[in-house]
């Protein structure tokens, strides 16, 4: 059981916000700011603070990792085999921010933009029956990665183009045209 990170409950853990003024990132006034503008926009405060200017996703994630104690991951240091990819739905990855490291004996890997989401946890942990382990990457990183790992389909090869011009089609009811 040592080996499995735990996050304890979100009533006794310090938010994003509280981190960040504790690190001296920045201080409560922007952080009012943000909490107010997201009260507005519905936005995640990391977001928020990202589009500020007064912090990056990469700096987010430090401070997270730090006050966590769990490990950062960076996208460009990392392969990611195609096994362990598709052990998480593109769903999954991209509703939660989430990627798949490595699957070990023992559990599961996974690079979350936010790990304090306990709902992604739950989550992780009814699709995959696996323990789940976490570190934590930059927003940005997760992004390009899910866009990298879990390409879109092409919906028109997928579903056509449509009926070809020389199908007939029938016509179920017509609009009669009144002058």
């Not at 979350?112 to 696996?130: C, G, I, S, V």
Request: proline content about 4%; hydrophobic content about 40%; some cysteine.
């Amino acid at each position: 059981m040592n080996d499995q990170i735990n996050i304890k409950k979100p009533q006794t853990q310090k938010r994003l916000g509280e981190l960040l003024v504790s690190a001296g990132l920045i201080d409560e006034i922007i952080l009012n700011k943000a909490l107010e503008h997201q009260k507005v926009n519905k936005n995640k405060l990391g977001r928020i603070l990202i589009e500020m200017g007064v912090a990056d996703d990469e700096t987010i994630a430090k401070t997270l990792a730090e006050q966590l104690n769990i490990q950062v991951v960076c996208r460009n240091k990392i392969d990611f085999p195609k096994e362990v990819t598709s052990l998480i739905p593109s769903e999954l990855a991209e509703n939660h921010l989430i990627l798949p490291i490595k699957e070990t004996e023992n559990g599961l890997l996974i690079a979350m933009a936010n790990p304090q989401d306990l709902y992604a946890w739950e989550d992780l942990r009814f699709f995959t029956q696996k323990r789940i382990h976490i570190a934590v990457a930059p927003e940005g990183d997760i992004l390009k990665a899910i866009e990298k790992y879990y390409p879109k389909k092409n919906l028109e090869k997928d579903l056509g183009s449509g009926p070809a011009l020389d199908e007939e089609i029938e016509i179920i009811q017509q609009k009669d045209d009144e002058d």
